[in-house]
């Protein structure tokens, strides 16, 4: 298990995980700060999002760039604007197209391309060159496609198979590319990154800044560069404690080959067993 204790660590700076979310918290009931379940699993919500992340493995090697003019993500696109329990963002009209597929609810997360620029602007850490290419996963392999080997991933048992590397170093560009990133990245490493671009290129401190407008002095260990990098990464870790502590103590949710499996399990007549 990957480091379920973590949740239970105390936090002393923001909510602690205890605090945030569903727990009866008064600060949480005048905010409305709420992490809430996953949807039933015998719910119109639940099989949705089954539809789309299965959509998304079959796309999962085609280029962003290229879900315009590619079939499975009309085909995809077309099955999910029939959904009622469909969450995602949908156009005018109430359709999803194959450009606003698998992306979030959040604000401007519909306007411009899935990759943010601060993933594939040059930056520096220091005096160290960063091109931002990445080491991704080599596209067209698929694990987990026999009944054996998924349940020894689901317990636990190492089946000898491992990630193949792509040997060209790439720039974010498709799903299988995103994979390999989060599983391989350092806790805050987008976020800090995003940091070192925005130093690199210039942008100005908040105007709030005690700093901003100052003639003699500039913000260094407070309200300066210093600063700035050591708070993202305390940031981080406060988050992910109290993540891990709805994660392991709260919703306990199962991953979604586990469900795709449910569904198997029943549509091959084998919904009361585990074999």
Not at 24 to 33: K, S
Not at 95 to 110: I, K, S
């Amino acid at each position: 298990m990957n480091g379920p204790q973590g949740g239970l660590a105390f936090g002393l700076e923001g909510s602690d995980g205890v605090q945030f979310g569903n727990a009866p918290c008064p600060d949480n009931q005048v905010y409305a700060v709420v992490v809430p379940p996953a949807p039933a699993l015998a719910s119109a919500a639940y099989g949705t999002e089954l539809v789309e992340l299965y959509w998304a493995s079959l796309l999962r090697d085609v280029a962003f760039t290229d879900y315009v003019l590619n079939a499975t993500a009309a085909e995809a696109a077309q099955e999910l604007s029939a959904m009622p329990s469909y969450a995602g963002p949908r156009d005018n009209h109430g359709n999803v197209t194959p450009t606003l597929l698998f992306r979030g609810g959040y604000p401007g997360e519909t306007i411009g391309p899935y990759i943010s620029q601060l993933c594939v602007i040059p930056s520096f850490l220091g005096a160290q060159e960063m091109n931002q290419q990445m080491v991704t996963y080599a596209a067209g392999i698929d694990y987990m496609m026999d009944p054996a080997t998924f349940q020894q991933v689901q317990n636990g048992i190492d089946t000898g198979l491992r990630n193949q590397l792509d040997p060209q170093p790439r720039y974010l560009n498709s799903g299988r590319g995103l994979g390999a990133y989060t599983h391989l990245d350092v806790l805050y490493q987008a976020y800090f990154t995003a940091y070192l671009v925005l130093n690199t290129i210039g942008v100005p401190v908040n105007p709030g800044n005690p700093y901003a407008d100052s003639r003699t002095q500039n913000g260094f260990g407070t309200f300066g560069q210093p600063d700035f990098a050591a708070t993202v990464a305390a940031i981080a870790g406060f988050a992910l404690n109290c993540v891990w502590y709805h994660k392991w103590y709260v919703h306990l949710r199962h991953r979604p080959e586990s469900g795709g499996a449910i569904v198997r399990q029943i549509l091959t007549g084998h919904g009361g067993t585990l074999d």
